[in-house]
């Protein structure tokens, strides 16, 4: 695992106390009227009524603290423009509770300003090296909150969302938190050691460390399904992965959404070469139900861009006519993925609720 959190301002880490948070607003008084002048604010942070004035005024209890990327040999920030622990969290639950549940805007703009909001917030904990429950509320609302928007969405172009600083981003904090969780009980810990098994399925490296975790947390139930999944990828027993993916709770889904593409494509390659005769036809209602595809149509496209042969609603596998391709975009799941939100609002899926 790796972090980013090793980025430090100023001295560097441990040589001296750190700075501690005086800022009692999402967004300090200076960074407010600094972007109110240069215009810079955004749109979700405007006062109401100001929108098409020549100059639109902030909103304080709106305007949320910008991301602002260290710079060599830049002075430690001054207390005024840290946010303490109490407002640190209250800035993501109004992120959670007001911002991202938005209906009014495109949900991509919605995910680029939160993106960038909790990032400034784990900017903040950073510096001030803040730790403990506090840290871990944090890093656990930011993960279920990036592990969603990687479901919802995929297939965007790049300019909306990128799922490779996504990654990278839900990455670090997988690894910040599972340091945490080291220092401390935690009632949420199972659950994110399963996530992050399944975010990461395949992977040696993740394994290995949940093995070393304590029995109570190895033996959860959460646990124990999210290794069983992965149990089933790396031996490449597909058919046993998707049953047991269609048991996952929705977060999980999503964790694991990255990985599905991937596997169905494994599986026609295996039944291309294992059913491979000229006579042997495969029922496509089948294929369709152990793959946990959608609609027939996803299937059939999926073979016939591996060269597989659908007629008449049956498969026929060859091993000759079988192409190996790059990877193909993953579209949206509503048998393994989507259908298991039902009426949870977002809101409640990032709190945990």
Request: with cysteine; glycine share 8%.
């Amino acid at each position: 695992m790796t972090s980013g959190r090793g980025r430090r301002w100023g001295r560097g880490p441990g040589t001296a106390d750190p700075p501690l948070g005086t800022c009692g607003h999402m967004c300090p008084e200076r960074e407010r009227t600094d972007r109110e002048r240069q215009r810079r604010l955004h749109r979700f942070e405007v006062l109401s009524g100001t929108e098409r004035d020549s100059l639109p005024a902030a909103d304080p209890q709106k305007a949320v603290k910008e991301y602002s990327r260290p710079a060599a040999g830049r002075e430690t920030p001054r207390p005024e423009d840290l946010r303490p622990p109490d407002v640190l969290f209250q800035t993501v639950a109004y992120l959670v509770d007001r911002v991202v549940p938005r209906q009014d805007v495109c949900w991509g703009e919605v995910y680029g300003y939160v993106f960038d909001r909790l990032r400034s917030v784990r900017q903040d904990m950073t510096v001030q090296r803040i730790g403990g429950k506090l840290c871990v509320a944090v890093l656990e609302r930011t993960l279920r909150f990036l592990l969603y928007a990687s479901y919802r969405l995929r297939g965007e172009p790049p300019q909306v969302f990128d799922p490779d600083i996504n990654s990278v981003h839900t990455q670090e904090c997988f690894s910040w938190l599972l340091e945490t969780y080291r220092l401390g009980d935690y009632d949420s810990e199972a659950e994110f050691q399963s996530l992050f098994i399944l975010y990461n399925l395949g992977s040696m490296k993740a394994l290995h460390y949940a093995l070393l975790l304590s029995d109570h947390i190895r033996d959860s139930p959460c646990m124990k399904s999210a290794l069983a999944v992965n149990r089933a990828f790396t031996e490449g027993n597909y058919v046993r992965f998707f049953r047991l993916c269609r048991r996952l709770p929705f977060l999980a889904s999503c964790a694991l959404h990255r990985h599905i593409g991937h596997s169905r494509r494994c599986l026609i390659r295996i039944f291309s070469h294992g059913f491979s005769s000229r006579n042997c036809r495969y029922p496509l209602e089948r294929l369709v139900d152990l793959l946990a595809a959608d609609d027939w149509d996803s299937v059939v496209e999926l073979c016939q861009k591996h060269g597989v042969t659908v007629t008449n609603k049956m498969v026929g596998f060859q091993k000759a006519n079988y192409k190996e391709l790059g990877p193909l975009s993953d579209g949206p799941s509503h048998v393994l993925v989507g259908h298991k939100q039902g009426d949870i609002t977002v809101s409640a899926i990032i709190h945990g609720n």
